[in-house]
């Protein structure tokens, strides 16, 4: 694989990431670089990861999760969104009872990178069968998810404190998004 496919291929893996991270930082408006530096840091490990852990899984395992992979993410994409919509909601209606969380959970981040990055398993087997340079890919998968998400989030602060009480209402319909879009690009095909 040549290095201009391998760094296409790695944006394209980063924007689920990247859209999750413009989330994350309309939601948690005071968030500063040390909590952007932890999700990037999340996203491009999980990203390099799963390639990983794809290449050495094989194609027996790869087709079994390729089978269920847009409903684990839907799932998860569609919990923590909906999570943030109620909330956002809740505090539409009485902002002074909501007290605003200003960092992501541990848990939330968790859940977010492995929805993010169940396609670079697939993508792991993939690179087994072309017998490309796994460690190459992976770090460059890394690597390019960690600086779009670093910019994802800080464009979300940007144009988080436009929303202000709104803000974690768009944040969980754009998760709840990214979850319906990855369920229908493998269910339909696109």
């Keep these: 694989m040549g290095s201009l496919t391998l760094i ?3 944006i394209g893996l980063a924007m689920d990431a990247f859209a999750v991270s413009v989330s994350d930082g309309i939601c948690y408006r005071r968030m500063g670089w ?14 390099a990861g799963m390639p990983l852990l794809g ?3 094989g194609q027996t395992v790869s087709e079994a ?10 799932i998860l994409l ?22 605003r969380r200003e960092y992501c959970t541990a848990r939330e981040l968790l859940l977010q990178g492995i ?11 993939s690179f087994a069968v072309m017998k490309t340079n796994i460690w190459t ?12 998400s670093l910019c994802g989030v800080g464009i979300g602060k940007r144009f ?8 974690e209402i768009c944040g969980g319909l754009i998760l709840i998004g990214i979850g319906l879009k990855i369920f229908l690009e493998h269910m339909l095909g696109l």
């Design 115 to 125: 929805a993010t990055s169940i396609d670079a398993l697939a993508v792991g087997v």
């Design 34 to 47: 040390k909590g952007a530096l932890l999700i990037a840091l999340t996203f491009g490990f999980f990203q």
């Design 8 to 10: 296409i291929l790695s």
């Design 55 to 57: 290449f050495l899984a």
């Design 65 to 74: 999760i390729e089978s269920v992979d847009h409903w684990i993410a839907l």
């Design 78 to 99: 569609v919990f923590i969104g909906g999570n943030m919509l109620r909330e956002g909601i809740k505090g539409l209606h009485s902002p002074e009872e909501i007290e």
């Design 160 to 167: 988080g404190g436009a929303l202000k009480e709104k803000a």
């Design 137 to 148: 890919a992976a770090l460059s998968i890394g690597i390019i998810t960690f600086i779009c």
